[in-house]
């Protein structure tokens, strides 16, 4: 095999230059002639009827663009799987932070005060704040159960194992919402022109998500609406379907005030009005050998979806089947359920489903093993999915996958057993207690089950008269380094130096539609159209007499320049089509739920000082494979980041919520790592290859959010030998489950800490 | 109707990136709002607009300010640093060229802040420690990171001055 020559080569970041000079354009950096400025009028309670709306004295209203329901001259909703979110609340509010009334001025300062001037009398309809109440359905609030989607995922038969089960063991494990923290919040420019209909630019992940919600919206042909991405400061799954709410906001003020208008959140409108990780309860019953094997079980996983359906039914898909984790279950029955709150809908982040769900399932292990006196290692190498076993939607692992190896790998980077010896003495005495805790865990790459299909991505690739060659693609880059790894695969394939290739921008008008950039699909969906497109090039200058075989770079560039006086317009595309052999029921949920999977272990050693009762993260091994890994450099930032992220969803971030409306919407008291909060995080890459990727490239960009929460809260088990099952666990948590109602003093005892003192 | 209702522009002279210029602007005006909106200098970021974040980070007579909390009468007389004064001639600074090198920008939204904030750095201390350096951006949040890749550019960057110097 010819070795690469780009692919897995640290190549520079193609828009590193602006990045690092501060000259990339982000959409408030743009300035529009005769631009306005948009703000958004929101519900300040959970749910009611909208009443009246007053607007106050002071102000001088006839200066400003006032946009309602009223105005759109589409369907009113935000489209998307269910076209149940209104764009702007009509009669009802199901969520605080609603959208109700949009305003547009030229001083973008006077709006904040116009917007407090408005008020809005309700008749108030009770509030449904947990899952729990929601379940309970003595208020309903979404269809005729509270019920936004269910799964039932079923292998084998769950009879009989109960009674052969030397142990039934059972947990209840819950995580909480987290907010994304890009820290460029949530904008968007619109204009609108009659003849050409309307523009919008932004920082968003989905180009075509909002290209179809603005049709819907406004009413407008495919080809009156354009959506272009500007460079996009963080997004993680925040900017997947918002934007498309914000989109439609600036384009509904534009179209009235036949101006363009920038709308751009501040930090405290972003964080309470748009989404978050999604609340989870996953409740385990398992039935085990006494030597750790498992028989089978029932998990049960419910998500809080939030007042609209939005992308909950895809979260939770990916939850379930994620639920089981990276073991092999003769018999389970997983039982799934989004229901509706009246929180803000919850959406897309890192992990989407999957770190809630594995959360529980890497607890649930250290607490079968803790059952039964077996060491959390033990526990898992006996279940270990193994190459020609099938995961619980019985997809037969076909990668030749050793789990136990990379457990072996993982325990030796982290110096596993000797440390556990160690803190085993060391936390005898004194304040601090150290622990070590594991997660094995997998994540499956590209949309699930038929969802590729469905999907039909198309890439394009041109090259040009001077043998630069251009992709278009509607996948976006917003710090991953798509642009960098996809100039890459087509530079690879077309034997070229990196430098020839550049990435067109997202631009409806100018790419196709090549899906989503969400699930960890990228590189190894797009990426691989990107390969046979580029490949098509090569096959047509081939074949069409210009170019040899083999070719160098300026050989290449006389054969487009020939072909393109030729035939003008030099573009080959590719579209998705579903490798053979793949099997997937929608309605059972059976099958081959992904394409390929990564695979990861995860190993974290913390402190816990019983002073502060805060947890430090001391050490953090990473080892994960992901197939080929095509960018060093970016993969590996690609895990410390998600690693990064998950340390902050299992210590630092809560949404501390208050009558459906989040209390603490700024960074002053939502909590995210510093870099003096994180150790230096050890990223270990093994790597088998894959058949479905370009270069055997799987997904990368959500894995490492899967295993930190449930490594560390391990670990801090394992300082402290009591349970914690939910996340965030923060200080206060270690306080009150140590110090309880007046027992200290006996836990403290317990602990090694003395009374009055160390 | 104004933002500031009852107080009149002034004409603030200061020296950006080591170019006089006069602005007119509300004395109360945040720093970042004149760079962005007036003088056009937006690779000076809003993240959070209550100086926790860092994005909007710039120097001020060589101290590390958040210039969202930065009234313009204040940087009367100054000299201001952004992220465009940097580099020089079209050669990346120092900094710029490891942060590149070594995965210092991801999204890029936090980096002309997080540089500022290590260029203030090694001004004081040219062979920072891991830990110094760390303590250092500590004030500048990143989500991409995980700032591992950040600390070892500014590390590798230190390093090369040293030997440059």
Redesign the interface.
Known sequence: MVPHSVVGKSV??K????????????V??MVLPGMLFGATVRSRIPRGRIRKINFGTG??WN?FVIVSAADIPGKNCISLIADDQPCLAHDLVNHCEEPILLLAHS?R??LPEAVEAISIDYDPLPAVLTMEQSERCSEIIWGQDNVFKTYIIEKGKLDGIWAQADSIVEGEYTTGAQE??????NGMIAAFDPAKGVTVWGSLQCPYYIHKALMTLCGLPAEKVRVVQM??????GGKEEYPSMIAGHAALLAMKAGKPVKIIY??LEDMTATTKRHPSRTRHRTAVTRSGKILGGEIDFTIDGGAYLTLSPVVLSRGAIHAGGPYFWPSVRISAKAVATSAPPHGAFRGFGAPQSLFAMERHMDRIAQTLGISPIEVRRQNFLQPGQATTTEQVIRESIDLNKMLDRALELSDYDSKKRKFEIQNLKGPIKKGMGIAAFLHGAGFTGSGERYLGSVVGVEASADGTVRVLVSSTE????TKTVLSQIAAEALTLPFENVSMAQPDTQEVPNSGPTVASRTVMVVGNLVQSAALGIRQTLISSGLLREDYSPDEFQAACKAYVAKHGQFRSWSRYEAPSGIFWDDEKYRGEAYAAFAWAVYVAEVSVDLETYSVSVDDFVALQEVGKVLHP??A??QI??????GIGFALYEKVVWQNGRMQNG???NYI?????D?P??RVYFEELGNIHGAYGAKGIGELPMDGPAPAIVNAVEDALRVHFDSVPLLPEDIMSALDGDGTAGDLHRDLGVASGGR | ???FPHVAKIQIPFIVNGKNVTVQAYPMERLLDVL?KQLQL?????????G??G?CSVLMDGILVNSCLVPALQASGCHVL???G??SQGK?HIL?EA??????????????GM?LAAVHLLERKSEPT?DE???A???????????????EAVAEAARRRCKTA
């Open positions: 520079p970041r828009e590193g230059r602006e990045k690092v000079t501060g000259a990339s354009q982000y408030d950096d102000i001088n200066e001083d300062y006077l994304q923290l890009y820290i460029e919040t460079e996009t400061g963080g997004a993680f501040d930090r917003f710090g991953q380094g450099l970016l590996r930032g410390i980041g998600g690693v990064a992220q700024q960074m002053t995210m790592p510093t870099s003096q994180l230096a995080i | 109707m104004d933002r962005r937006t690779g000076t970021k809003e993240g959070c607009g209550e926790e974040c994005s952004t992220i465009e940097l580099a990346f710029q942060f590149q090198e070594f995965g210092g920008a991801q999204c890029g939204i936090c980096t002309p540089i891991m350096i760390r303590e951006l500590s004030g500048n949040l990143c989500r991409c990171t995980g700032y591992s890749q950040i600390v």
